[in-house]
C-alpha cells in the first residue's frame, strides 16, 4: 500500500461530519504506540485541543505496523479531508501475530466477564468543593445520567486544582457500595491513572461529544453490543470484581485507557489521559 492511500485509509475512518477537517495521521514502525499490531494515531484538531480517535483492533486499517516498518514510514504530516470522502475506506480483519494459549484466553475471557459487570459511565462534575473534614479530598456532585446527581468524595487535592474539575467530564465507576468519607456519603468513584509513585494523578477524560450516563465499554462494537447486565454493589464487593479487574487497567504508550489489549471506549470515541503514558488505573 502507498503511503497515499494509507492516509486515504484512514482518513476513511474518522466520521467527524462537516467540511473540510485537518487531521493528524502518525504511521509508526518500531515506536509502537499500543499493542499487538498497532494502529496510527489520528489527532483531530479543534479549539486548540487534542483529541484523539482510532479504530479498534478487532478491524485493523490494511496498512499494518509490519508493512509499515519495512520503509520509511515514521513521519507524521498533515492532510485536509473532508466528511464526504470518508465513504471508501478499505478495512481488512487481521490474525494477530502472536498466538495466545487456551490457558491466557480462558483467564482473559474471565477478565473482561467480570469488566462487563463494572457499572462504569461518562460523567459530567457540575460542582466541586473541598471537603471540610479531610484536607485531601474534594466532594463533586457528578451528573450520571440519573434523575439527581451523585455525591462522590475523591482524593485530588494534591494533583488537581479545584477549578479545573467543575463543568469537566469525567469516567465514573457508578456500582460501588456507597462510602461514608469522613461524614459524607459517597457514591461512586472517578477513575484516574497514576504512575508508579503515585505521585502525578489525572483523571480519565471521555472523548467530545460523550453524553453523561452513557456506559463506557472495552473492545470493539461487537463487545459493546454483547454488554453483559452490570453487577449490584453488593456483587462488586461480595465477589470483589474490582479488585479482580483493577490490576489490568493501564493507560499505553499514548495515554488511552486500556484493559490489557482492548480499549476503554465511549460511542464517541477512545477514553485517555492527558500525559501519563504506561500508568495504572484506579
Known sequence: MSMGTATIAVAN????????????LSLFSTSKCSYGHYLPLLRKIGNSTCHSNYCHNKGRIAATSSRLSSSAARASFCIAVSASAAGDAVIEPTTPS????????????????????????????????????????????VDVGEPEPRIICSGLVNFIPLEHLEDTKVVV?????????????????LM????????????LVPPEGSIPGERIWFGSEHDRENQAPTAT???IQKKKIWEFVQP???????????????????????????????????
Not at 262 to 272: D, E, I, N, P, Q
Request: with cysteine; glycine share 10%.
Open 192 to 203: 484516574a491513572a497514576s504512575d508508579a509513585s503515585h505521585g502525578n494523578v489525572e483523571i
Open 173 to 189: 465507576l457508578a456500582n460501588l457500595k456507597p462510602r461514608n468519607m469522613r461524614g459524607v456519603k459517597s457514591c461512586g468513584m
Open 248 to 282: 489490568h487497567l493501564k493507560t499505553d504508550d499514548c495515554c488511552i485507557a486500556m484493559l490489557g489489549e482492548h480499549v476503554m471506549r465511549t460511542s464517541a470515541g477512545v477514553v485517555l489521559c492527558t500525559s501519563l503514558k504506561n500508568a495504572s488505573i484506579s
Open 233 to 235: 454493589p453488593n456483587q
Open 98 to 141: 502472536t498466538t495466545v494459549s487456551d490457558h491466557q484466553q480462558q483467564e482473559w475471557t474471565k477478565i473482561m466477564d467480570a469488566a462487563d459487570m463494572l457499572d462504569i459511565r461518562v460523567g459530567r462534575i457540575l460542582r466541586a468543593w473541598r471537603h471540610g473534614e479531610a484536607d485531601s479530598l474534594y466532594v463533586e456532585e
Open 13 to 24: 475512518l474518522w466520521k467527524g461530519g462537516g467540511g473540510g477537517r485537518v487531521l493528524f
